[in-house]
């Protein structure tokens, strides 16, 4: 049987158990919800079925507005300068993803303070 000196300095401590705080939780819950809200049309999960997470509901409203914008754009395709509107929202979508994933809020300029504004 092998006695180990628990005064041994080289012998590291137990790890306690780590708390895990509300906002931890709720960014953890929500991350998934926030990163598919940017894909077309699964924002409405992040919408409907994960509205008491502030997080993933933040990432669904812009997910929305980049959603409505995207069908805009198709709707009045005319020339080169709708294809290239369409890339970027597709830019700014992949890099909502990018960004929900690292657990970082996210705000589209403009966009973003007036549906701030807005609380159901």
């Known amino acids: 049987m092998d006695q180990t000196n628990l005064n041994d300095p080289f012998i590291p401590p137990p790890a ?3 708390e895990v705080s509300e906002e931890d939780r709720l960014l ?3 991350k998934i919800p ?4 940017y ?5 409405f999960w992040a919408l409907f079925l994960k509205r008491d ?4 509901y933040h990432h669904g409203k812009q997910g929305l507005i980049l959603l409505l914008a995207e069908l805009a754009i198709l ?4 020339d080169l300068i709708w294809n290239l509107m369409l890339i970027l929202i597709g830019a700014v979508a992949i890099w909502g993803m990018v960004t929900a994933f ?12 007036l549906l701030d504004h807005y609380q159901p």
Request: hydrophobic share 55%; aromatic share 12%.
């Open 39 to 43: 894909v077309p049309f699964l924002c």
């Open 28 to 30: 953890d819950e929500g």
């Open 16 to 18: 306690a158990a780590a």
């Open 102 to 113: 690292r657990g970082v809020l996210f705000k589209l300029p403009v966009v973003s303070d």
């Open 53 to 56: 997470n502030p997080y993933a």
């Open 75 to 78: 709707v009045l395709r005319f």
């Open 34 to 37: 926030a990163m598919l809200a």
